[in-house]
């Protein structure tokens, strides 16, 4: 069941980023810009932070196997008309909706930690999360490689048809829960309480900051990275772009470090040199495009400093209120989407205007403010460094 739910996770958030890598070939598909194909990342992150917002707290309120399987059947059929888009249009409302459904992936994560037992909790949660994790980091490689071998609408077909075998393995296996109405808050309640948290807890504002400033950076990276593979001088293939997924695997890998400093009592600090180390990368792959070499080095590296950031984020907010913490992530989360999803309007246009080294410049920036304002932070209060 573990395991069932991991890979069900991992294949719904990968949902979200299978069109990375293929924005050249779809810009040459429907003969738009690359700014214009950029909007595609924008609308389905767009779509992901609204349905953390509006779908996740529903599965406080409604069986879970139910909400699963029909968002599930959403997807998939949100995937076929990704397929079948006779027009540029018709691809940007499908990705917003792709993004909309893929949303289960945060209701499994809390349903997981649900049924398990207090002693194995933390090792379930670990297992789903994990499965999540490789299906972001792996969605770009498996893009590519399909695109090359069978055209761009073959990923989308695929990915449904892998979606209708995972929505009817769920069905079938997941516990048909029953919720107690006597446990739960409703769903305007929940919404609002969200709102709350965002006002009356500065920490987890202040770690918005950092994360959404990372995840901005992070997305205009890989929005404009395959414009720059795709032109000289590389002039590399699809499959060849979606492998440069693989550094970034690396990169979150080595940010589990992250974890280890957080306990250590040195979160405040790994906090700033892990966003240098983010901002040292976007210098290094500004200045050194055409250095395939420098490329990975800085891929490498942006996904260390950002990965690592994300992680001492997640680890101080869920300190701030142990019975919200479902709360606290959909109110960071859904910030952290939403900038995600700017930061992919920027990017392409700042590649159109500027090229490679106007996104990098743009990416630096806002890991910069970010880096201004953890400066900010008073050093007397440990308990939210």
């Known amino acids: 069941m573990v395991t069932l739910m991991a890979v069900a996770c991992g294949l719904s958030v990968a949902n979200i980023y299978y069109v990375q890598p293929l924005l050249d070939l779809l810009a040459r598909s429907f003969n738009v810009s690359s700014g214009t194909a950029s909007l595609l990342v924008m609308i389905t992150q767009l779509g992901y932070a609204a349905g953390l917002i509006f779908i996740v707290p529903l599965g406080d309120q409604l069986n879970r196997r139910r909400l699963i399987t029909i968002a599930f059947i959403g997807t998939i059929v949100s995937l076929l008309a990704a397929m079948i888009s006779p027009s540029f249009g018709w691809l940007i409302v499908s990705s917003l909706f792709v993004g909309l459904t893929a949303t289960c992936a945060e209701i499994m994560v809390p349903m997981a930690a649900a049924l398990a037992t207090p002693a194995q909790r933390g090792a ?9 994790l490789i299906g972001i980091l792996l969605a770009r490689t498996f893009a590519g490689i399909l695109s090359d071998l069978a055209g761009w609408r073959a990923v989308f077909g695929f990915a449904a048809l892998i979606m209708v075998i995972v929505t009817t393995l769920l069905y079938r296996l997941l516990p048909n829960e029953i919720p107690h109405a006597n446990q739960r808050m409703s769903y305007r309640a ?7 948290l965002l006002v009356e807890e500065p920490t987890l504002r202040r770690r918005i900051v950092y994360g959404s400033c990372g995840f901005a950076s992070f997305t205009i990276i890989w929005t404009t990275l395959p414009f720059l593979l795709a032109g000289g001088p590389y002039h590399y293939s699809e499959t060849m772009i979606g492998l440069f997924s693989l550094l970034g695997a690396a990169g979150a890998l080595g940010a589990n470090a992250a974890g ?4 250590r009592g040195h979160g405040r600090v790994a906090v700033a040199v892990f966003m240098a180390l983010a901002i040292a990368s976007f210098a290094l792959m500004g200045l050194l495009q055409t250095h395939v070499v420098a490329v990975m080095l800085g891929l490498f590296f942006m996904d260390l400093g950002v990965q690592g950031v994300q992680i001492l984020n997640q680890s101080t ?5 142990p019975e919200a913490r479902s709360r606290i992530t959909r109110a960071y989360l859904g910030c952290f989407f939403i900038a995600g999803a700017l930061g992919s309007a920027v990017a392409g246009f700042s590649y159109q205007w500027g090229g490679w080294p106007a996104s990098m410049a743009v990416a630096g920036l806002l890991e910069t403010a970010a880096l201004l ?9 440990v308990t939210a460094p």
Do not use: E, N, P
Not at 190 to 196: E, K, N, Q, R
Not at 260 to 263: A, G, K, R, V
Not at 317 to 321: D, G, K, Q, T
């Open 317 to 321: 907010i869920y300190s701030i209120r």
């Open 260 to 263: 280890s400093l957080h306990d």
């Open 124 to 132: 379930v949660v670990a297992r789903v999360m994990s499965g999540l």
């Open 373 to 381: 304002f953890w400066t900010t932070k008073s050093r007397g209060r």
């Open 190 to 196: 929940t919404l609002v309480s969200v709102w709350s």
